[in-house]
T-cell receptor, first 115, second 109 residues
Framework: EADIYQTPRYLVIGTGKKITLECSQTMGHDKMYWYQQDPGMELHLIHYSYGVNSTEKGDLSSESTVSRIRTEHFPLTLESARPSHTSQYLC??????????????FGAGSRLTVL | GQNIDQPTEMTATEGAIVQINCTYQTSGFNGLFWYQQHAGEAPTFLSYNVLDGLEEKGRFSSFLSRSKGYSYLLLKELQMKDSASYLCAVMDSNYQLIWGAGTKLIIKP
């Protein structure tokens, strides 16, 4: 079944640790996104990709990095976690043109807590 | 700046009808989306409007007025499972999505 998977679902980690949030999709979508979502707040775009070897920064200033070596895989890395990184991270993908009104399919999210 | 406004929370009764409003001010317009998000789960797509008017899909309908910068999501015959947050998002002239903070809908028996 075509889907989008995120791991881990929950992570509690200490300040200064390096973490990678994994995101994989089996739909063959070219476009992938990372969003940050806090309770009761709007989704903020952190990074996005139009395809392999394409990565762009979103509107939210972030100390994270992403890579897109394979179409299906779009991991997000925090080199040094801080309490301000505590949040829910949502990965999404969409098919269609680079500039197009495409429907997003979201993963279940990774809830990160930094102590 | 770009802005999406929707009510923070609404309460409705099972079996009733509820209308969730969304107003927007964005740099250009390439369509408006509604997503449903149950607590602790991923948002899922409900509807897309790019032209003025009403789009009906089963118990859910979405309306758009581009001249007024306004949309609403109409939910009929409410069921307990409709308790969720409803997110309004507008695609701007650069095809970037601008998201509202969501409306938490509480359904009471």
């Amino acid at each position: 079944e075509a889907d989008i998977y995120q791991t881990p679902r929950y992570l509690v980690i200490g300040t200064g640790k390096k973490i990678t949030l994994e995101c994989s999709q089996t739909m063959g979508h070219d476009k992938m996104y990372w969003y940050q979502q806090d309770p009761g707040m709007e989704l903020h775009l952190i990074h996005y990709s139009y395809g392999v070897n394409s990565t762009e920064k979103g509107d939210l200033s972030s100390e994270s990095t992403v890579s897109r070596i394979r179409t299906e895989h779009f991991p997000l890395t925090l080199e040094s976690a801080r309490p301000s990184h505590t949040s829910q991270y949502l990965c999404a993908s969409s098919e269609g043109d680079r500039d197009g009104a495409n429907v997003l399919t979201f993963g279940a999210g990774s809830r990160l807590t930094v102590l | 700046g770009q802005n999406i406004d929707q009510p923070t929370e609404m309460t409705a009764t099972e079996g009733a009808i509820v209308q969730i409003n969304c107003t927007y001010q964005t740099s250009g317009f390439n369509g408006l989306f509604w997503y449903q998000q149950h607590a602790g789960e991923a948002p899922t797509f409900l509807s897309y409007n790019v032209l003025d008017g009403l789009e009906e899909k089963g118990r859910f309908s979405s309306f758009l007025s581009r001249s007024k910068g306004y949309s609403y999501l109409l939910l009929k015959e409410l069921q307990m499972k409709d308790s969720a947050s409803y997110l309004c998002a507008v695609m701007d002239s650069n095809y970037q999505l601008i998201w509202g903070a969501g409306t938490k809908l509480i359904i009471k028996p």
